[in-house]
DNA sequence: ACATCAAGATTGTTGAACAATATTTATTGT
DNA sequence: ACAATAAATATTGTTCAACAATCTTGATGT
């Protein structure tokens, strides 16, 4: 790679304004399934509608989107059966990241790092910061594969899944007892003990689906 | 620019473009790092240049093409790195596929299917055809996992690889010796036998991977 | 309430236009 | 002749206005 982040201005329209979209998509200030009007979205962000297609097209190949033709485009609305999916990818791409884990990598700092942060934000009972370092930690996790394509495919199914935390009220219990969870993962792969770290994982995502079920299903039950 | 008769194409033309576009990529119609000029291909296509451009967009997030700002689309040009990373992703959904293999599944009936018909194709010196079953029997091992999600993504990795082997001469080779480890695969899998197939499922990347790579190098020098 | 059908609105697609950026060609200096 | 530079040209990025195709709405009649 011989692009550096950081102080490139000079991008198109079209990936500054599908950046921008997406964050809203992801923080949840647009409801699921609402429709997105091209007039109306196109003078919004003062963009042609022709430029907004074009976004359009790249967000619904991200998922983030629903594109029906002839009737436009909707947020995403990820149902229980996308949960469900989407925690079977995490369950196949984690444990592959698991058992890839060499002793030393990068990765593994970072998540150090980044546990030893969430604990931090837990005692601000900042835990919106706690939910966003949750999923960082695992978007290291996946980095312990040194793929970009992976962790690039990971990176969709996570957005995906933070549109459905923005679907729900209070995610804040939702992210709580995880912290520990990572921790003693954390642990078991530093000593290398693939075994009891896979298991560990195999807990944090059974417990994870179950609670974002159900608080899925609470919302509309 | 005749249209095709046929049955109601209810699809979009950015769509039934996107679908022919990628057809050719990936048969190696074009040259890898070739120039896709907007104007040529608009024109060549009978459609509109802001239409092609939505349809670069789509190929791009699909990793079939390479977008630069302000220099345009090259058609993807994949190198040692891509191939390796390739079979990273390969070896961890498949091998996740492996053991989420259910006795009975369906998925497993159309690998059977598959791999007679390549040993048929064989028989016939059909080497294009070998190729496109052993990517058909894989597609088919992902589908076990019962994830729309893994499935797409593992169709996005499966065509860069095609691409690659457009850059390839003979491919007929490359794909001779894995129809006897497709069938002891399933075997192993038919049996239960996770450990088995799973060691079989490595022998499988490991030699694949090593003879593209040798075949991309030699390709360059 | 129900189906029908004519507006009205929205998406799908096009062609032309223009600014910003790349690429090519011509020009200059040594 | 050669490299550096400037002008000319081509291409991409984006917008706008238009129109056909399709969807939505609402009025109408039964």
């Known amino acids: 790679m011989t692009n550096k982040p950081g102080q490139d201005d000079e991008q198109s329209l079209v990936a500054k304004i599908s950046a921008d979209i997406r964050r809203l998509l992801i923080s949840g200030e647009f409801k699921p399934g609402e429709k997105l009007s091209e007039q109306q979205m196109a003078s919004q962000f003062g963009i042609s509608r022709n430029t907004l297609r074009e976004v359009f097209r790249l967000l619904s190949s991200q998922g983030l989107l629903t594109h029906i033709p002839n009737r436009g485009a909707f947020v995403a609305a990820p149902d229980e059966a996308d949960v469900i999916d989407i925690y079977r990818v995490r369950s196949v791409i984690q444990k592959g990241a698991v058992q890839a884990a060499s002793p030393g990598h990068p990765a593994l ?113």
């Open 109 to 221: 700092a970072r998540m150090w790092a980044l546990a030893a942060e969430a604990e931090t934000a837990r005692a601000d009972d900042d835990w919106r910061r706690v939910g966003t370092l949750n999923m960082e930690f695992h978007r290291a996790m996946v980095e312990l594969c040194d793929s970009p394509r992976l962790s690039a495919g990971f990176d969709l199914v996570l957005a995906e899944l933070r549109l459905v935390f923005g679907q729900l009220e209070d995610t804040s219990h939702l992210h709580e007892p995880y912290i520990a969870l990572n921790v003693t993962l954390l642990e078991h792969m530093e000593r290398g003990d693939t075994v009891a770290a896979l298991a560990a994982l195999d807990a944090y995502l059974v417990k994870s689906e179950r609670s974002v079920l159900a608080a899925l299903q609470r919302r509309r039950g």
